[in-house]
């Protein structure tokens, strides 16, 4: 008897939940898939997505000779292929999800290509921000329909497209940032149901990289009035990203599929490396000066306000203890930016102090821990800080000799005492 019969005679005689079954089947397919399964989903989709541009380009290729109402038909065609490849894999039961996802990815493409095609048969006005806009809106059904997660991915790949493009595009009178927000919050339930589910699948690896990229890309397509404000943004963007990493939901993922855990510390010591410098206060904070009324205006400084709000709740709701300073980081660069204002030339010294401090708490945390990796990440940021100086004109080469020489040092004692003190406790 199949797994599938057993979970419905469980089902029928109200052992388990519906919701039970799906989660059992959805793991052990998950679990007993063998490899070539695997790979049979990953070239249906590559399949699908092959075949529809093709029929695209054979299409293009003649498009001129064909008359009008011929043009209307291929226009739709896709569309109508999509559906029906969409019907049939419906029918087909939750088993047949290679191609579930075969056919979203079919359809996805095949709805950008309808409402190209149409637009151009009866020249309809419009830009690319609208067309991107609608063709997302209509493929995010797609996603809860056919619980297809290549569905999902292309449609967070489409909506960073689509920020890129509003933010940049100055022609806009009133560009629509904000729709790219509520449209990546459409596809955390299907986030949500694709972790709880299927925890170890390459396709939550894939959300999660590609969900925290599509973040960092578009926080700085929001607003670039004022690039003072950006800094204090992204600040607050790469602490909630390093909360999210360590919240019980995500910090059970494998290290290279908590994206959340690596691109956040990893993003806030490259900007404060780039903050360390005096040239990015001389062009953004000294030359540009930062009123209350452009604060109050501008549309990047709210997002940062809302990351750093987000940050704090999740905070309180977690034990301290197992926080990391990286998780708090944009408390006292809040301070840092509101004193340099009036005082601008001390931003780049407290920017230093605190990428030091950095380095020596997150040593601090590893030796705690007794985890070699952690400390030596505390090690490499001050060394990234000494490389920094390294191009400080305003250092001497002997003082830029002596930093070194000290870092190297403090990587040789610290990893020797951490393997000494872990063969005495053995």
Known sequence: MSIQNELRELVNASVITEDDALRISTWYQSAKTPPHKRLLIIFGVLGAIL????IILVIAHNWDQFPKNLKVVF?????????VLTAYSLLGGNSNQTLKESSAAFL???????????SQVYNI????????LAWMLLCLPVIYVLNSSIASLLFIAGITFYAIHTGNDHSFANPPDWYYWIMLAGIIPHYYRLHNLNPKSNFLFFHNWMIVLSLIICLGTVDTNINALTSLSYICLFSFLSVMGNTPFIRQQKAASNAWKILGPAGSIVLLSLLSFNDYWKWFIWRHAVNFSDVITSQVFYAGVIFALISLYLLGRQNFKNSNAFEWIFIPYYFIFIFSISFPVVGPVFVNILLLALGILTIYNGARKDHLGIVNFGLLIIAILAACRFFDSNISFVLRGIMF??????????????LKKRRTNE
């Open 405 to 418: 020489i000290a870092v190297g040092a403090g990587f040789f004692a610290c990893n020797y005492f951490m």
């Open 51 to 54: 075949v529809g541009l093709g």
């Open 125 to 132: 006005p419009g830009n690319t921000g609208d067309y991107l």
């Open 108 to 118: 996805f493409f095949a709805v950008g290509a309808s409402i190209s095609l149409v």
């Open 75 to 83: 226009a739709f065609l896709p569309l109508v292929i999509g559906q």
